[in-house]
C-alpha cells in the first residue's frame, strides 16, 4: 500500500513538474517582447476520442479513407469535440476538413499520405499568393472553425511531387532522368518537367506567378485543373488553433497557410519540402493576429516563415494586416528566405517579435521584399538574437522592386527584373512603406553580403537600427534610399569591395560601425539626396570617397 502511494506521489509530481515545465516555457515566450502582446487564446478539448478505425478506416496505400476521416471527425464534433485519433500505421485519404472543437492526433508511427489523385480534389474559391482565385481543394482544410488543432508526432504527406512542375536546372542529371522515366510532359524548350499535359498548358496561360489570368471561366479552369496546385494545410477564418508536433513535408504548394485566423500556436513543428520545389514555402501567416511561432525546424524549397496581407487591390480592400506575432527558437536549413516579409503585404503588418533563431545555408536570412504597387505599411518589426551561416545572398536584404526572383537567380530568370528604377513616383495608396525595423545581436559567418538597406525614391525605408551585431561576409554594407538608419556596435568584417555604400540617403548613423577588411576599408557616398551622413573616425578620409553631386556638409 505504502509503495503505491509513493509511486502514485512521484507520478504526480512529475506531472507536475511536466506540466510546470510547459506552463514555464509557454510564459518564456511572452518575455522581452517590445510591443502590448495579447495573451493567445489557447485550444481545449473534452477528454473524448475515437479513433479512424472505428469508422473503418484501413492501413495501407491502396485504399483511400477519405470517408473515414470525415465520418470520424463529424462524430467527435457532434459529441462536443476531442480527439480523433491516427493510429500508427500508414493512412492514404482524399481531402480531410476539420471542424470545430476537433483535434486530429497522430500518434507515434501515424502517417497520413494525400492521395495523387487529383479527381479527388475539386476546384474552390481560395486565396492564394494574395489574390482571391481557384485553386484545387487543399489535403487539409478549416474555414470558420473554432477551437481546431493538429497534434501528435506522426507524418503528413501531401504527395506534393504529384503536382509540382519541375525546373531541368534544379535537379542533378541523375534526378533529371530519374524524373523523366515516370512520365510526364516537357516544356517546349525541354528546361521543364510537368506531370501532365493540363500542367503544361496551366503554365503557358500564366504570365506572372501562379494565377492563369489569361482564363476566366470555369471550364477554361477545369482545362487546367492540374496546374492550379493546392496549399497543403488551408486554415481560413479560424480562432484557436494549434498545431504541435507533426512532421509536415511535401506540399503541393504552400505548405501552411493560415489566412485570416487568430490565435494560432503554432509549435514543435518539422516542415519539409524538397529544395528544388517550386512555391514550397514552409509558413505563409497572412492577415493573422495573435500568433506564437516557437521551437519549429523548417528546411524547404522556398521561403521559410513568411509573413503576407494579401497582394496588390485585393491585398489592400480587404485591409487585414497580419499583427501580434511572435517567432521563437527557429531554425531554418535551405529556404530562400529565414524569416520573410512580403512580398504579399498589401493588407500591412505590425507588431512582429523574432529572436533565438538559427540559420544554415538559407539564401538569404532576413527578408524583406515589396514592389511598386502593392502599397501597405510593415512597421514595429523587431529582430534579435538571431545566429547565421553559410547565407549565399544577403543577411539581411530589402529588396522594394520585387518581380519573383529567387534569391539565387536561376536559369529563366534575369537580375535585370528586379533593377532599381529610379523615376519620379506619386506617392499613393499603392506606394509599399516599411518603416520601423530593429535588428539585434545578429551574427553571420562565412556568408556573401551582410547588409542590403534599399527603399523607393519616393518612399525611404524609414528608421532602420541594426545594433550589437557581427557580419563575416564578401560583401559588407549597402544602403540606398533610406531615412534614419543608425548602426549601433556594428562589426563587418568583408573581404571583398566596399565596405559601405550610401546612395541618396540622409540620417545615416554609422558611426558606431567598426569596418574590417585584408586591404583599407573605404567608404562611399553618393547621390544629389545624400544629406546628414554620419561615418565611423576609424575611417580615414582618403579611404572615403565624396562624390561631387553630394552637397558640402552633408558627410561628417
Known sequence: ?????????????????????????????????????????????????????????????????????????????????????????????GPIVLQSNVNLHLEDGAMIIFSRDFADYPLVDVSFEGLNTTRCQSPISAKGATNIAITGNGV?????????????????????????????VLSDDKKIWFPTESSKLGFTSTANFNIPEKLTTKADLEKVKDFLRPVMVSLVSCDKVLLDGPTFQNSPAWNLHPLMSSNLILRNLNVRNPWYSQNGDGLDLESCKNVLIYNNTFDVGDDA???KSGKDKDGRDRGVPTENVIIKNNTVYHAHGGIVIGSEMSG????????????????IGLRFKTTRGRGGVVENIWISNVDMINIPAQVIGFNMFYEGNSPIIEEDQSADDEKRVEKKI????????????????????NSYEAIA?????????????????????????????????????????????????????????????????ANKPTIKVLGNKTTAVKLPKSVAKEQITIAKEVAKNAVK
Not at 14 to 25: G, I
Not at 169 to 182: V, Y
Not at 479 to 494: C, H, M
Open 156 to 184: 503528413i504527406d501531401g504527395s506534393g511531387d504529384a503536382w509540382r512542375y519541375v525546373k531541368r536546372g534544379k535537379m542533378t542529371d541523375g534526378q533529371w532522368k530519374d524524373l523523366l522515366s515516370k512520365g510526364g
Open 348 to 363: 500591412g503588418v505590425r507588431n512582429l517579435h523574432a529572436s533565438d533563431c538559427t540559420f544554415i545555408g538559407t539564401d
Open 1 to 93: 500500500m505504502k509503495k503505491s502511494i509513493k509511486l502514485l506521489a512521484l507520478s504526480l509530481a512529475t506531472l507536475f513538474s511536466a506540466n510546470s515545465f510547459a506552463q514555464t516555457q509557454m510564459a518564456d515566450i511572452y518575455k522581452n517582447v517590445e510591443f502590448k502582446m495579447p495573451t493567445v487564446t489557447e485550444t481545449s478539448f473534452p477528454a473524448r476520442s475515437v479513433s479512424i478505425k472505428d469508422f473503418g478506416a484501413i492501413a495501407g496505400t491502396n485504399v483511400k479513407n477519405t470517408e473515414a476521416f470525415k465520418k470520424a471527425i463529424t462524430s467527435i464534433n457532434q459529441k462536443g469535440g476531442g480527439k480523433v485519433i491516427v493510429p500508427r500505421g500508414i493512412w492514404m485519404t
Open 305 to 307: 516563415i513568411c509573413i
Open 453 to 517: 538597406l534599399s527603399g523607393l525614391s519616393e518612399m525611404n525605408l524609414k528608421n532602420i537600427s541594426i545594433e550589437d551585431s557581427n557580419f563575416d561576409t564578401k560583401k559588407a554594407l549597402t544602403i540606398v534610399d533610406a531615412d534614419g538608419i543608425t548602426l549601433k556596435n556594428v562589426k563587418l568584417k568583408y573581404s571583398d569591395g566596399t565596405g559601405a555604400t550610401i546612395y541618396n540617403s540622409k540620417n545615416v548613423d554609422i558611426s558606431g560601425l567598426t569596418l574590417e577588411s
Open 426 to 445: 506619386p506617392v499613393t495608396d499603392e506606394t509599399p512603406i516599411f518603416r520601423n525595423v530593429f535588428f539585434k545581436n545578429i551574427t553571420a559567418t
